[in-house]
């Protein structure tokens, strides 16, 4: 997703939306979990809360959104179809990968929590673990890693397939929930 990642910044930058593109698919994955009906009207309501009508790159930006949405809930609902997190590309530097990360797991929080889904009365304990170490990644500190550490990058490569697979058993525990409509 390293293009769409570039494109869903642009289409942020340009529409004067300060906050990067993992923060908010994280935002998105975190509501698309906890919620079933209107996830995707939460999220742009909360990116947008005073929309200008008629601003032509709010509104391109709105489209690509929309596409980021429909792509990550067909990814998220079709496991054959590989869900991924939106982050920067493997060749930019590792502390911008990094940070790519730790925002996306604040997005991720926030979004839970937005939802409504995160009284952890709901999850099981392997589910509340892996809740518990995406919220210590998103205090990790990315200043101090090095570019040319190749243990970093393992580790860089490690977190970032836990957090696949904790957001993927976090959509299926909640599944009940949004099939029951407690939105």
Not at 5 to 34: I, K, Y
Not at 50 to 65: I, M, N, S, V, W
Not at 150 to 163: D, P
Request: glycine share 8%; proline share 3%; hydrophobic share 40%.
């Amino acid at each position: 997703m390293s293009d769409e990642h570039e494109e869903v910044e642009r289409r942020l930058a340009s529409a004067d939306l300060d906050l990067s593109g993992a923060e908010v698919h994280g935002l998105l994955c975190g509501l698309l979990c906890g919620k079933a009906t209107d996830a995707v009207e939460l999220w742009l309501a909360e990116l947008f809360p005073q929309p200008e009508a008629g601003d032509l790159l709010f509104e391109e930006c709105r489209r690509t959104l929309q596409r980021l949405h429909d792509r990550t809930l067909a990814s998220m609902t079709d496991p054959g179809m590989g869900f991924t997190l939106l982050l920067p590309a493997d060749q930019k530097p590792i502390r911008l990968r990094a940070q790519g990360v730790r925002d996306w797991c604040e997005g991720f929080l926030y979004g839970l929590g937005l939802a409504g889904a995160a009284d952890d009365r709901t999850f099981s304990q392997s589910t509340k673990e892996s809740l518990l170490d995406i919220s210590e990644i998103a205090r990790m500190s990315v200043d101090t890693l090095d570019e040319n550490d190749e243990e970093e990058e393992e580790a860089l490569m490690q977190v970032t397939e836990f957090l696949r697979v904790a957001v993927m058993l976090v959509y299926d525990e909640l599944a009940g929930i949004r099939a029951g409509g407690h939105d």
